[in-house]
């Protein structure tokens, strides 16, 4: 009986992290437009959540490759650098981040400390949530947050101004379930800016996770750029 306890506890730590899922990776296409003007982007999508770095291996419009990483965009081409931005720390917003760490359905607001929970009602099959900014010096810059979870699950959310305006929305139209994680594999996104209404789709498909092939994507070699 001490010998299967001691095994079952050396086991354990192993059967557990097994069970972490600290990599996805999918196809995708992102379909935009402003009802003026249409774009289109395909490719491969690779996140590693340990080393914070998010890639888009592009196929079309064009070959390049956009790599997240901390505070800093690249664009690669044929592996070659071509341009490099900073920009704030995003990776920790993306959807599929928030799928894997299991913060999805508050948005990861309960870990900005910069809003409370304010009111949750029952509605059409929908929990809503209400989030507001936590001071009256927040309340200067940011808006309220109306989050819906449908069947236990995140279906969507809308950000307002300070003004009470809506700017943006996220709605969940199509996503499925991953070795128990709910991960969206179509989401409308909507931008209200200057009167006018942008629309961005994003699908992905043939999502894995863990994977263990495509470790030049998983550890892209940033060591010589990001400084």
Known sequence: MKCLISVFLFLTPCILFSQIHYRVAADFSIKETDGNIENLSVGKLYYNLSKDILVYSMHFPEKLDWVINDTSFFVFRDEKI???????????????????????????????????????SYESGLIISKYEPKSNKLKKTLGKVIISLKQGNFNGIVFFNSEETIVKKLIVQDSQIINGIFIPNKILEIIYSNNNETYKVTSFSNLRLNEKENEKYYNYNLLNFNK
């Open 82 to 120: 071509e341009n490099r931005y900073t920009i704030p720390k995003i990776n920790t917003e993306n959807i599929l981040h928030l799928s894997l760490t299991g913060h999805l359905n508050d948005f990861g607001l309960s870990n900005t400390n910069l809003y409370n929970l304010v009111k949750t």
